[in-house]
């Protein structure tokens, strides 16, 4: 699975960063990005394997979002959220 942040939907109400601290955080511009386990951060696609956290909690963080700003893809591609 993997999951990026669509910056022109964010806005910053930090949902994400509540419930995964570990994994989001607000930049600079008040947008959330991703943090991997090889230490960058950016709102690019990341696969769960980059991160500290297990895939499904994620997807909670995902849902969590009230602009849907946070994707989400399986391993084939595929959306799965929103």
């Known amino acids: 699975m993997r999951v990026r942040v669509d910056r022109e939907l964010c806005i910053g109400a930090a949902s994400c960063i509540a419930l995964l601290p570990e994994v989001f955080e607000l930049d600079e511009e008040g947008k959330a990005v991703i943090k991997r386990l090889?230490?960058?951060?950016?709102?690019?696609?990341?696969?769960?394997?980059?991160?500290?956290?297990?895939?499904?909690?994620?997807?909670?963080?995902?849902?969590?979002?009230?602009?849907?700003?946070?994707?989400?893809?399986?391993d084939d591609g595929k959306q799965i959220y929103p």
């Open 38 to 74: 090889k230490g960058d951060k950016n709102s690019e696609w990341a696969d769960t394997k980059e991160l500290s956290v297990e895939a499904k909690m994620v997807l909670e963080a995902a849902r969590s979002c009230p602009t849907n700003a946070i994707i989400v893809e399986d």
